[in-house]
């Protein structure tokens, strides 16, 4: 639940917002951190001090269902000359840390993260004789901050979230979001450390499927270049009716351009997946051919799932090839930054201390595989293999409704423990795929009909006995079951 109010009203639990009239006893009592944001929305609207403003009405600390405390929504003239429309301004307070008392986030000190690090913002363009601002975005906020709070995943610039559905609940084509640097919004010091600022963007259904064959990075810079698709500050605008390939066919040519040339810098997803071990008898239960022991599924290591965890958590990021990153990764300013890439992709760490199997969890090798997609994970796979693979990268699924993962990896990927040899593996609920670039092509061939998942029937089967692979696309229902 939440209320709308101006944010200078006396509330239960906010003092009104410290601005130069503040008395100095509410500037003493303001939670630290959401005065330094505070601060920095005032330099942008200075003539704003007590902006609309969403609140959660049980805090998240106190057992609330809103991770975000307040979104403040902020009228914005735009600049007409640089087609820039005037629009609202919704700014998120809670994914970064407003308190350090350690009530919602760990205080770890001024220099790192505050909080996760972020906070989230989005520009929605004005409507014609709209005179407050629709309170809807305030909503789609809460539920991208319950995702990060619950999965403890980050979000960069460049990543992309596939909702399905208007973002407003409406009939609209925009459906999907991108995120970016908010185009003012400059990162604060806080007294628990930084925080930066990351704006949602609404985008179709093809301009996410773009993205994900190619790079948020760079379909970004595309709507830049359309005023109506978003312009220089990508203001979401929910009547827009047309992509940019539609607006701008020769928009398309660029993506393919930057396909063939940069492939996709998509690692990894979460998805509806599983996989079974068919080199054993059903009835081999110490190591199953369903990833289950009986009812108790079988966990990744805490090491394995954060290795996975830091590479979905890193999602799109422009001009580099992400990798399976260290256990330990370095992270500055809330985000993970690759180190410059190498000739070979690598599943390495940058010291000698190797991604390696742990003793108590003994590496399989496995004659013979069976993996399951849903439909949506399937669409993905000519990407793996066109977009990742063939340019000597790996892709991994990570399951949302088991405890277990599938990575594709190439020759060119060190560190993997499928080999040539070997080219199935398995580290207890999570499998590697080593596929040699002729078989990725021979599976592109047989896969073709993926690009075009509408025009088959579920569940559909695609296998290759030489190689002892059989890949099923199945309906959802079939990944609801404990066994998945």
């Known amino acids: 639940m939440a209320e709308l109010r101006p944010s200078g009203a006396p509330g239960p639990t906010a003092p009104p917002a410290p601005g130069p009239a503040a008395p100095p006893a509410f500037a003493s009592l303001f939670p630290p951190g959401l005065h330094a944001i505070y601060g920095e929305c ?176 760079g379909i970004l810079e595309l709507l830049r270049t359309v005023p109506i698709a978003g312009g220089p500050w990508l203001i979401t605008d929910m009547r827009r009716g047309e992509t940019i390939f539609e607006i701008d066919p020769h928009l398309q040519e660029r993506v393919d351009k930057g396909i063939e040339t940069d492939g996709s810098n ?46 979905l958590r890193r999602g799109l990021e422009i001009n580099s090839k992400p990798v399976l990153p260290p256990i330990n990764p370095q992270r500055q300013n809330g985000l993970t930054h690759d180190r410059a890439p190498s000739r070979k992709d690598s599943l390495e760490s940058d010291s000698s201390t190797a991604i390696i199997p742990h003793e108590l969890i003994r590496t399989r090798q496995l004659e013979s595989v069976h993996l399951k997609f849903n439909q949506e994970s399937g669409a993905l796979i000519p990407l793996c ?51 040699t670039e002729e078989f990725v092509e021979k599976m592109l061939e047989d896969l073709e009909d993926l690009t075009s998942p509408e025009e088959f029937k579920l569940p559909k089967e695609y296998s290759w006995p030489e190689k002892k692979l059989k890949v099923s696309i199945l309906p959802d229902v079939v990944f609801d079951s404990p066994l998945h």
């Open 42 to 217: 005032r330099r942008l609207y200075p003539d704003q001090p007590n902006p609309l403003q969403v609140t959660a009405i049980v805090k998240y600390w106190l057992g609330g269902p809103d991770p975000l405390d307040y979104v403040s929504m902020y009228r914005n003239v735009g600049s007409p000359s640089a087609n820039i429309p005037e629009h609202w301004h919704y700014i998120s307070f809670g994914l970064s840390d407003l308190y350090g008392d350690n009530r919602v986030h760990e205080f770890t000190g001024t220099d790192g993260p505050s909080g996760f690090g972020f906070e989230l913002t989005f520009r929605l363009k004005r409507e014609t004789g709209e005179s407050a601002p629709p309170t809807w975005p305030a909503e789609l906020m809460q539920g991208l901050a319950r995702y990060v709070f619950q999965s403890e995943n980050t979000f960069c610039s460049g990543d992309h979230v596939s909702w399905h559905s208007p973002l407003d609940n409406s009939e609209s084509r925009i459906q999907h979001m991108l995120l970016t640097e908010d185009p003012q919004m400059q990162p604060v010091q806080t007294p628990f450390g930084v925080v930066t600022f990351l704006q949602i963007v609404g985008v179709c259904t093809e301009e996410l499927h773009a993205a994900q064959q190619w790079n948020g990075q």
């Open 266 to 311: 998509l690692s990894g997803v979460s998805a509806k997946c599983a996989w079974d071990d068919l080199s054993r008898p059903p009835e081999d239960d110490e190591d199953s051919r369903s990833i289950c022991i009986g009812t108790q599924h079988r966990r990744l290591s805490g090491k394995d799932t954060e290795q996975i965890r830091e590479t």
């Open 385 to 435: 293999l066109r977009g990742r693979l063939l340019h000597g990268r790996h892709f991994t699924y990570k399951s949302i409704t088991g405890d277990m993962a599938i990575t594709f990896v190439s020759t060119g990927v060190e560190g993997a423990f499928a080999t040539e040899e070997h080219p199935y593996a398995a580290h207890g609920p999570w499998l590697q795929i080593l596929l």
